[in-house]
Nanobody, 124 residues
Framework: QVQLVESGGGLVQPGGSLRLSCAAS????????IAWFRQAPGKEREGVSC????????YYADSVKGRFSISRDTAKNTVFLQMNSLVPEDTAVYYC?????????????????WGQGTQVTVSL
């Protein structure tokens, strides 16, 4: 049974950093494409970053390029999202999700397995 568990969210001041973790069980995460999504209140869920199962290529939404970094630790079966220079607009619930497909724009409807989400709040 595929399970994804996110952790690492919290309250941080603008300009601060957080590292989110997505621990996978029931499958080998490097055989799947893993993506991070976020959803703010009243907004649609949007793709933040994706790491390809094929070659580990990484992709980012324009709003987080240069600030966020996705990585994979195959020994721990975990994917990380390092978030730096956080701004209030990054406030949202962050989800990781897995897909047997490649990133290709990493739309939510292409990902069938989801974690429960972790809250990130950027505020003074």
């Amino acid at each position: 049974q595929v399970q994804l568990v996110e952790s690492g969210g919290g309250l941080v001041q603008p300009g601060g950093s957080l590292r989110l973790s997505c621990a996978a069980s029931g499958f080998t995460s490097n055989y799947y494409t893993i993506a991070w999504f976020r959803q703010a209140p009243g907004k649609e869920r949007e793709g933040v970053s994706c790491i390809s199962k094929r070659d580990g290529s990484t992709y980012y939404a324009d709003s987080v390029k240069g600030r966020f970094s996705i990585s994979r630790d195959t020994a721990k079966n975990t994917v990380f999202l390092q978030m730096n220079s956080l701004v209030p607009e990054d406030t949202a619930v962050y989800y990781c999700a897995a897909s047997p497909l490649e990133c290709y724009g990493f739309r939510p409807n292409k990902f069938g397995s989801w974690g429960q989400g972790t809250q990130v709040t950027v505020s003074l």
